[in-house]
């Protein structure tokens, strides 16, 4: 199986947001002990930094980035994911390139807290808990 992960995923695990993290940890946990492919978009790299510098200053920030590239592979955001993300029905520019990213690379699904920003993407968009229940049924 092939994901890719949204920014807000990883923002909860890199700022240790409470009611968030413990099933952002999960999915990781997931990815890791079931050898799933977990992908992130080349700009999740950079908005990560950006915020989580603010937070926790740039060591941390960059030793966190680190980290999370031993879990997640970039993928490129060239012209043709920015031209399939201006012609997307999703109306967020930044989610219509993490989706026209995912359907590009032929990804299965797309992990979010926010999937209700995603309606219109070819590619199935769920919530940590709805990816860790997939998960359990697949066992």
């Known amino acids: 199986m092939r994901i890719l992960l949204d920014t807000n995923i990883i923002l909860d695990i890199a700022l240790k947001r409470d009611t968030?993290?413990?099933n952002s940890v999960k999915v990781f946990k997931l990815i890791?002990?079931?050898?799933?492919?977990?992908f992130i978009s080349a700009t999740t790299i950079t908005d990560i930094y950006y915020i989580a510098k603010k937070q926790t200053?740039?060591?941390?920030?960059?030793?966190f980035i680190r980290g999370l590239l031993k879990f997640a592979e970039p993928l490129s955001v060239d012209k043709e994911i920015i031209i399939g993300a201006l012609e997307s029905k999703i109306n967020d520019f930044e989610d219509a390139v993490q989706s026209s990213v995912a359907i590009e690379n032929d990804l299965d699904f797309n992990v979010s807290r926010n999937v209700?920003?995603?309606?219109?993407?070819?590619v199935k968009t769920v919530t940590p808990e709805e990816f860790i229940s997939l998960q359990k049924d697949n066992l």
């Open 116 to 122: 209700k920003d995603y309606l219109g993407s070819t």
């Open 20 to 22: 968030f993290y413990d």
């Open 57 to 63: 200053g740039h060591e941390k920030s960059i030793e």
């Open 32 to 38: 890791d002990n079931r050898n799933l492919f977990a």
